[in-house]
């Protein structure tokens, strides 16, 4: 039997999702402990690779599962995991569905504070900018949902099969006081680094060093027009994963309270 896990966790102190050889993942401590809970090894697959450091406040992963669980696994399952790591539902499915390959749309959002905060360090990149220009920014940002094609924006484009995404939101929030950013984005997949690609150009918009139409070429051309750096993991939540059979809400608090009524939609 097929069964659809629903989680969430911080990514600080792990080398991404994914699981290989000699380094610390969320997929391998969660494979782990389900195998000691169920007395069998499990096998699961994850909606995504979350990159080193990247956190996620929505995420889902399938495991077949042949024995009746038991009725307080989810209990015990969060019971085992450490506290970075918490599971909110388990669902039994119908069929075969995939949990990377059936996702229609997953979001991300980006959050950037620009002074020192000690509270922040773990949940938000810091960068000590002062005068960003966000209405330049924001017209870049309007700029992603018009193109189809990253290859520009993606570390190495040639593993790929096609560089086409399906953005279909992205937007720019700046709280009232101007020293924090979140940007949002939604396609139904994204690229390695992508985001972090896309968050490194719109600081260096927001900074005079990329201009409106040096940004726009590089979705025209393909081409990167000036070389940047991907902005850092920190800050980077995949933050809901939609399925046409499953679409439930994140159960985080805290990417609502940093989603909420403070931040400010910067207009053009």
Known sequence: MRYFFHIAYQGQHYNGWQKQPGIKSVQEVIEQTLSKILKSPIAINGCGRTDAHVHASQFFFHADIEKEINPNLLYILNKALPSNIAVFDIIKMEGKPHARFDAVQRKYDY???????????????????NDLNFDKMKAVVKLLPQYK?????????????????????????????GDRLR????????????????????????KGQLSFDEFESELITL????????????????????????????????????????????GV
């Open 223 to 266: 081409k990167p027009s000036k070389i940047s750096l991907p902005a850092h993991p920190t800050g980077l939540y995949l933050s809901k994963v939609t399925y046409p059979y499953l679409n439930l809400e994140p159960r985080t608090e805290f990417i609502h309270s940093t989603q909420g009524t403070e931040w400010i939609s910067i």
């Open 111 to 129: 959050f950037v504070h620009t002074y020192k905060d000690p509270f922040l360090t773990n949940q938000s990149s810091f960068y000590l900018l």
């Open 183 to 206: 940007f949002h984005i939604a396609s139904n997949r994204f690229l390695g680094k992508m985001i972090r690609l896309i968050m490194g150009k719109i600081l260096m918009v927001g």
């Open 149 to 177: 094609d990253y290859r520009a924006f993606c570390t190495h484009p040639d593993k790929y099969e096609h560089t086409i995404c399906n953005v279909m939101e992205a937007d720019l929030f700046v709280n009232p006081k």
